[in-house]
């Protein structure tokens, strides 16, 4: 059942412009929200690429609005299979639907940030940068994270000093997972809760900035 995941293209949220052959950012969404919820910080993010908010595959099994990228209703959630079906919905989304672009850097809230990090190990060749706010890496082995050894692609991972929705274990596997599989930039927000703040976007641009001058780069 997990393979079978897809994402419905035709929800699509993309950014007014040129997309072929440009930089792209996807914009993976937290638990609940769907794929308008981080559309607010396209202003936030450098000109001249093309932006794509995807809606997550699920929906969450009582009332409410919104999808997710996983479930969270029980313990087997930390497990790293439903995180890693997600991830390969993602990586089937940008076969389908994002091909021309040039370069692709993903930016996740919360379960898209883990989704995100999960993409980047499953295919680490196919991601120039990873903005993770507010997510982890979910623990265990992946066949692609030795390779992340080597090629260390850029990540930035941003979370609050009061966010208390990320388990202390998950952030503290990822505070030494990311350090040995990425270069790795990022800060923690002194009194920020499960949400992303002005200086957070700020930083987030400044990242964004130095991937669209090494690509420049070649």
């Not at 990228?69 to 940008?94: K, M, N, Q, V």
């Not at 980047?120 to 265990?140: I, K, M, Q, W």
Request: hydrophobic share 40%.
């Amino acid at each position: 059942m997990d393979d079978e995941l897809t994402i419905d293209d035709t929800v699509t949220r993309w950014a007014p412009g040129d997309r072929d052959g440009r930089p792209l950012v996807v914009l993976l969404h937290g638990y609940g929200a769907d794929e308008h919820d981080l559309f607010g910080v396209v202003p936030y993010l450098p000109d001249g690429i093309a932006v794509a908010s995807l809606a997550a595959p699920l929906t969450p099994p009582w009332p409410m609005p919104g999808r997710s990228w996983y479930p969270i209703e029980d313990l087997s959630s930390r497990s790293p299979e439903p995180t890693t079906a997600a991830a390969r919905a993602l990586l089937g989304w940008l076969d389908a639907a994002a091909s021309t672009a040039s370069s692709v850097a993903l930016l996740g809230f919360s379960q898209g940030a883990a989704v995100s990090l999960q993409a980047l190990r499953l295919a680490p060749e196919r991601f120039d940068a990873v903005v993770a706010l507010s997510g982890y890496a979910t623990p265990g082995d992946l066949p692609g994270d030795d390779e992340l050894r080597d090629l260390r692609p850029a990540v930035f991972w941003g979370r609050g000093t009061n966010d208390d929705v990320i388990p202390s274990d998950l952030i503290a596997h990822t505070a030494l997972w990311l350090p040995e599989h990425s270069d790795l930039s990022g800060r923690v927000y002194q009194g920020l809760t499960h949400s992303i703040s002005d200086d957070e976007l700020r930083d987030v641009r400044a990242f964004l900035d130095k991937w669209l001058e090494r690509i420049a780069a070649g």
